[in-house]
């Protein structure tokens, strides 16, 4: 890792991040999360790099921006849960709009991965009403039908549902779990469920990760996410 002086940070910036290449935006990038998160560089000083990142759209660079707003969730406590859920908006909301819903038949796997994550970011830690609203009407929309929803998007909107979800919401997955056609979408179903937050449906995923429905492998996975 390079602990660059504030200075020759503030002076890359001034050079410009479109001058350098994808791979070194990246380990900037990573360098300076590194570096915060062992405290030997300041969390504004993530953020002003960060900030500067919002309109890099190599998807390369957007899945590592939305990577890095999910690490920072994760070490926030609940108090601080709706100021950061603004700045997620902020950062991802003009991406998510020139994303869309919809792929178009020239992107690349790399651009429909982008827009997966971007999308299940705005509607988990983001918390963005429009996009819980849009996920959950292509939930149900996929219940009626599979086919009216892009395969591409049914994790993040599986996902969306289960975080923003209840206990009715916790009994569909679950039956789309165990009435899987194929192996994708038993697993699929499966990763959804960490994904609620109501301590009752934790606890009864901790105990269908522990039992015996479920494939040995399979346990550590879901508690990883839990």
């Not at 429905?213 to 996410?225: A, F």
């Amino acid at each position: 890792r390079v602990n660059y002086p504030e200075h020759w940070l503030r002076a890359i910036l001034a050079f410009g991040l479109d001058r350098l290449s994808v791979t070194e935006r990246m380990t900037l990038l990573s360098d300076q999360w590194t570096l915060m998160y062992a405290g030997l560089s300041s969390v504004s000083n993530y953020f002003q790099l960060l900030n500067e990142y919002r309109n890099q759209d190599d998807p390369q660079l957007i899945e590592m921006r939305v990577e890095c707003l999910d690490r920072l969730y994760g070490l926030l406590d609940s108090k601080s849960l709706p100021s950061f859920e603004k700045y997620v908006r902020s950062h991802l909301g003009a991406t998510a709009a020139r994303f869309g819903w919809s792929s178009k038949n020239h992107e690349s796997d790399l651009v429909r991965s982008a827009r997966a994550d971007v999308m299940l970011a705005m509607g988990t830690i983001g918390q963005d009403p429009a996009t819980i609203a849009e996920a959950r009407r292509q939930f149900n929309a996929y219940l009626t039908d599979p086919k009216k929803v892009e395969p591409d998007l049914l994790d993040p909107i599986f996902k969306i549902v289960a975080f923003n979800g209840d206990a009715k919401d916790y009994g569909k997955l679950d039956n789309l779990w165990r009435n899987a056609r194929t192996p994708e979408d038993r697993v699929r179903s499966m990763m959804s469920l960490p994904y609620f937050k109501q301590p009752e449906l934790i606890d009864r995923t901790l105990k269908f990760s522990l039992g015996n429905e479920i494939r040995l492998q399979d346990s550590p996975k879901l508690l990883g996410v839990i």
